[in-house]
């Protein structure tokens, strides 16, 4: 005897259409993320929770390495609720099955809110509630709440010594030794041009010296995908990015055309924000809202979405320090000789550079793991897509009224990593392997997350 709930258990198909679309104007709220983005028919239980989810990322200013923790224990838990109706798919978890009579929405919503919950360390009891009132209290909707919180419950003892709460603090815990050579990073400064953005507290310790000592979530270890060597700094290479740096990225550079100006803009994604992994999760929302994916498909497409840019976290931290490079403003500005170049004491990067060591580029990885699983899950690359900036909280004299096109993901993806020279920030390098990385993490977590049972 199956297992599998469907739909028409409690509404008939054409009802359950209507019913989330005349739920829309309590769905969202003008802080969400899905409205303008998601059609109202297209609503879903995963792209409400997860706008849920990308709320809360902006409203406790959550930087990126943990905003990747909470997406992958949220989207995961959910998924492994709906597979554990189901039983399409097999999983290292290990889960029971759930019930022959379990709601699949049901235990979806559970199973996510309450691995939220501990992952941003908040209650979102009243955001569950309100969503369960929409279904008739009955056996399967019973058996949906208590599968639901047994799922949450596997997902967060998994994780609650994965070594993320320690590698919080922003210190070494002599995970890493500091270089001591030319290349060392050190903190950076406030020394960025463009107006009415964001401001910074001045140099900071290295954010999150440990996160790359976090348990994986698919790859092997942290050193699986670690990036190749930084560029020798005495090489026509490293000459020729450091020209580039300088003349593209200074905010007062005429270099830099007007488009690559708002292109650096638009993918900063800085604090007060959804973060560039959370950028990636909007887009996947709208690529995705026409394809009339089941509640299963659309869970295992988030599921692996933000394991992979979760990996992509801990893979790029570990490289960020065991590397331990220094950033573009620094050289430029106090450094140059040391590199046989010509520097710039008054030079200003166009946006903020982040405090903490340059190789490889956060979003090059984000950007790279994002676009290639969701190509991988679509089946091709050449997928035409728009997008306006999620959050105009840092820019919004820049990016009020602009929408970006591209004609595939992995134009979208190049043109994120290049946001990072244009703003002044990242060395070329940074960029191209960490788009490398991220690409192949995405094909690895891809092929080995979950295999499809026979």
Known sequence: MTRIVKQTTTLSL?????????????????????????????????????????????????????ATRTFAMAHLSGFLAVNGIEQAYSSKYGVRAAPENTHQEVAYLVA???????????????????MLARYRDDEAKANGI????????????????DGAEPNQA??????????????????????????????????????????????????????????????????????SQYQEIMALGGSESSARTADETTIAFFWEDGPRGVTPPGHWQIIAMNITQKMGLSLLEQARLFALLSMAQADAAITTWDSKYHY????????????????????????????????FPAYTSGHSTFSGASA???????????????????DLVNWPEQL???????????????????????????WQADNTEGLRVGRELADYVFKHAFARKQ
């Not at 996510?112 to 309100?130: E, G, I, W, Y």
């Not at 030079?347 to 550079?353: A, E, F, Q």
């Not at 290639?372 to 999620?390: E, H």
């Not at 096109?405 to 990242?426: N, P, Q």
């Open 324 to 355: 331990d490079i220094v950033r573009p403003e620094t050289v430029i500005r106090t450094r140059a000789a040391e590199f046989g170049q010509r520097g710039d004491s008054a030079w200003k990067s166009l946006i903020p550079t982040p405090s």
């Open 170 to 239: 922003n210190f070494y815990l002599d995970h890493y030794e500091k270089r001591s050579d030319r290349l060392a990073w050190s903190p950076t400064g406030p020394f960025y041009g463009a107006e009415r953005g964001p401001r910074f507290s001045t140099f900071n310790r290295g954010l999150f010296p440990g996160w790359g000592a976090q348990k994986s979530w698919v790859m092997e270890d942290k050193t699986q995908f670690q990036a190749i060597p930084f560029i020798d700094p005495d090489s026509e290479e490293f000459a």
């Open 400 to 426: 009020t009224g602009v929408t970006r096109s591209y004609t595939s993901l992995w134009e979208a993806a190049e043109e994120a990593g290049m946001s990072r020279i244009y703003g002044g920030i990242h």
């Open 372 to 390: 290639r699983m969701l190509a991988n899950f679509i089946g091709t690359d050449q997928v035409s897509f728009s997008s306006k900036s999620p």
């Open 112 to 130: 996510f809110t309450d691995s939220l919950s501990d992952a941003l360390n908040a209650s979102f009891v009243f955001d569950q509630k309100r």
């Open 14 to 66: 054409s009802l359950i259409a209507l019913f989330w679309v005349s739920c829309s104007s309590t769905v969202t709220s003008p802080q969400s993320y899905i409205n303008g983005v998601i059609e109202p028919e297209h609503l879903s239980p995963v792209y409400e929770c997860t706008d849920i989810m990308l709320q809360a990322i902006r409203n406790q200013s959550v930087t990126p390495p943990p």
């Open 146 to 161: 208590r599968y639901g919180k047994y799922i949450a419950s596997v997902i967060i003892a998994d994780r609650i010594n």
